[in-house]
Nanobody
Framework: QVQVVESGGGLVQPGGSLRLSCAAS????????IAWYRQAPGLQRELVAR???????VYADSVKGRFTISRDNAKNTAYLQMNSLKPEDTGVYYC???????????WGQGTQVTVSS
């Protein structure tokens, strides 16, 4: 079992920045695949960014050049740096953890991001 806890959400004006954190339990964090998803009201949950154990990254087209996913294995924590935020970035952001070679994945409780003036 992996415990996943997100933090760092809040209210920010358009053009502003936020950094989300995802803390995950376990002694093999360095092997985890970490992803950030978001869900806006009335819409499906969508992938925002993903980072592998080797540091390879994938981003949704809508956030490329504005968001950066990273990880600190020593702290069992991944981050999502969000810059130049837009109202359409508003939603609940969830962290997802996958363990390669093992079934199942794990979700955090989500953190609300609201971009509004």
């Amino acid at each position: 079992q992996v415990q996943v806890v997100e933090s760092g959400g809040g209210l920010v004006q358009p053009g502003g920045s936020l950094r989300l954190s995802c803390a995950a339990s376990g002694s093999t964090f360095n092997n985890y695949i970490i992803a950030w998803y978001r869900q806006a009201p009335g819409l499906q949950r969508e992938l925002v960014a993903r980072i592998t154990s080797g540091g390879s990254t994938v981003y949704a087209d809508s956030v490329k050049g504005r968001f950066t996913i990273s990880r600190d294995n020593a702290k069992n924590t991944a981050y999502l740096q969000m810059n130049s935020l837009k109202p359409e970035d508003t939603g609940v952001y969830y962290c997802n953890v996958q363990r390669p070679g093992r079934a199942g994945d794990y979700w955090g409780q989500g953190t609300q991001v609201t971009v509004s003036s």
